[in-house]
């Protein structure tokens, strides 16, 4: 009888062992599940924000933990200037873009994956803004043998992360991770070099025609109006004459930076070549856009420029525009309307420059001609 007393609290405790192996392997099957999901989620993002912003913040919350940090080796700061770039808005607290290693290798001496409860100084290394950290994982990222950056998950549960568990699929997300990075930071850069001018840091010509498209489909949806701007510095061959080809670049960026911090966000500057610029104004009618113009002519022509010798030059500026109206948009052929709009500015530019320069002149676009309509001009 005790022999059958005994099997049965034997047989009791084995149902109870393998009960908790099932849900143990049901809770891993689902935890693997959501690791994968969020691998294709991380894969699919086309930017570091949102890649980035996914991490920090989506991530965190899927898995249930109370801090996310990432440190990142940036030495050309090219994160953050992708970051700043970004429509998306980062919450930064919890990311540290770093130009030297010297913190990461103190994080990963050994370039190990730690988990288990983290001492006060590794705390106020990678949980800075996050007290109350009970156990965490922090993850090494690695490409081609060298540390780029360091995850740390963190967690108010002691048992969370422990020395005593293995983590085979964190060290696979930390590998996923790094990849993703790399990735978005290349593709933007590629993304970049192909659409930003390399000396004035505007969008290039091929762009702005971009942009032009973009702004007339708005237009057409919106129901408003958008303005077509060119911009041309006056007697710019003088300068380089003068002054050498590295005084011409020097202006050349100094316009570009004056154009950019004058205008608004959702304003484009580009330069369409030599020392021409092209700006377009969405929302912007008439008056609002001969407003900008004229702003703009002046703040140029009373900005000191400054030679590569020191000299200070007084520049000036001639301005051309046209105004695109949502009546004028024949969505059929958007590409000759593109060419049409460019044609109007450029002739009204050439009128400012043909009656003295820096002056602002419009001409009108009639859409069903090949030849823009020269109004009356707006001279200063």
Partial sequence: MDDINKLAVENRELKR???????????????????????LLMLSCSSLAELLNYLLNDFRQHFKLC???????????????LLDSSSITLDQSHLRLLPTQQLLREIHPENRLFYGQPDSRLKQQVFEHSPVINSCAILPLIRENCLIGSLSLGSMDPDRYNQFLSYDYLSHLSSVVAVCIE????????????????????????????????????????DAPFACMLVDIDHFKRINDSFGHL???????????????????????ARYGGEEFAILLPGCDHSDALQVAENLRQKLHAYPF?????????????????ICEPKDIATEDMNGLMEQ???????????????????????T????????????????
Avoid at 17 to 39: P, S
């Fill in 341 to 363: 709009l460019i044609h109007a500015a450029d002739q009204a530019l050439y009128q400012s420059k043909e009656r003295g320069r820096n002056q602002t002149h419009f001409l």
């Fill in 247 to 269: 005084t011409g670049d020097r202006v050349l960026r100094a316009v570009a930076e004056l154009l950019k911090e004058l205008v608004r966000d959702t304003d484009t500057v």
């Fill in 17 to 39: 062992l393998v009960h908790l192996m099932q849900n143990k392997a049901t809770r891993n099957e689902a935890l693997l599940h959501n690791f994968f999901e969020a691998e």
């Fill in 306 to 322: 400054e030679t590569h010798q020191g000299t200070v030059l007084n520049l000036s500026a001639s301005f051309g525009f046209t």
């Fill in 365 to 380: 676009l009639n859409p069903k001609s090949s030849t823009p309509l020269i109004a009356e001009a707006d001279q200063r």
């Fill in 183 to 222: 990735n978005c930071i290349r593709r933007e850069t590629l993304q970049r070099l192909s659409s930003i001018d390399a000396l004035t840091k505007t969008l290039n010509r091929r762009a702005f025609n971009l942009q032009l498209m973009r702004e007339l489909k708005r237009s057409s949806r919106t």
């Fill in 67 to 81: 801090a996310v940090g990432l440190v990142l080796f940036d030495p050309e700061e090219t994160a953050q200037e």
